[in-house]
């Protein structure tokens, strides 16, 4: 089993609509947890921390559920812009060197 | 504050050559990372430097090396260069100060071999 695994996509949305994303994690050990974007052939931008009670950032809205240890990100209101790779990223409590990237959900909106 | 700064944007080389990439993390951070990105897959951990020191290495050759200068600042070399190291190199900085940072990228260098 991989260490973080996500949907690969990619995910086919209108704009206007709400989707989601799920990744889930093997490390119970797992401290923290972002969610980042990636643009075609771009670096990988810090989107969202996401913290347990849940955090909202806009239109965006990230959740940890510990006990099944996944995590979740809600786009609401898709725009044509939010068309890029979804990175989910696990960082256990000893450092940023064992952070592991998962290989991303593709999502595309559409007019 | 700057962002991580990479150099060159674009490298070409041979197979065979030597390749050296460049990274300046943001002002404050000390551990710097580095990834590789083939085209159309995830990123692959290279390495990951502190204080000076290599603290961890990804599952690759030993002609993938590199260093930390005392400024924080870090170059990647690749030797012996193949067609398969053809990717987009991508450097990361964080804090390490105990508590988990996210890791902050630059725009890359996008290496080509010939």
């Known amino acids: 089993r991989k260490e973080v695994e996500q949907d690969p996509g990619p995910f086919n949305v209108p704009e206007g609509a709400t989707v989601a994303f799920n990744c889930t994690y093997s490390?119970?050990?797992?401290?923290?947890f972002f969610w980042y974007r990636q643009d075609c052939r771009k670096e990988p931008k810090l989107l969202m921390s996401?913290?347990?009670s849940g955090n909202e950032d806009g239109r965006f809205t990230a959740q940890l559920n510990r006990a099944s240890q996944y995590i979740s990100l809600l786009i609401r209101d898709s725009k044509l812009s939010d068309s890029a790779t979804y990175l989910c990223?696990?960082?256990?409590?000893?450092?940023?060197?064992?952070?592991?990237f998962g290989a991303g959900t593709r999502l595309f909106v559409k007019a | 504050e700057a962002g991580v700064t990479q150099s060159p944007t674009h490298l070409i080389k041979t197979r065979g050559q030597q390749a050296t990439l460049r990274c300046s993390p943001i002002?404050?951070?000390?551990?710097v990372y580095w990834y590789q990105q083939a085209l159309g897959l995830g990123l692959q951990f290279l390495l990951w430097?502190?204080?000076?020191?290599?603290?961890n290495r990804g599952n690759f050759p030993p002609r993938f090396s590199g260093r930390q200068f005392p400024n924080y600042s870090s170059e990647l070399n690749v030797n012996a260069l193949e067609l398969e190291d053809s990717a987009l190199y991508l450097c990361?900085?964080?804090?390490?100060?105990?508590?988990?940072?996210?890791?902050?990228f630059g725009d890359g260098t996008r290496l080509s071999i010939l």
């Open positions: 990361a900085s964080s804090r390490r100060d105990g508590s988990n940072q996210p890791q902050h």
């Open positions: 490390n119970s050990a797992s401290q923290s």
């Open positions: 996401v913290y347990s």
């Open positions: 990223v696990v960082t256990p409590n000893t450092g940023g060197f064992k952070t592991i």
């Open positions: 002002s404050g951070h000390t551990s």
């Open positions: 430097y502190d204080e000076g020191e290599e603290r």
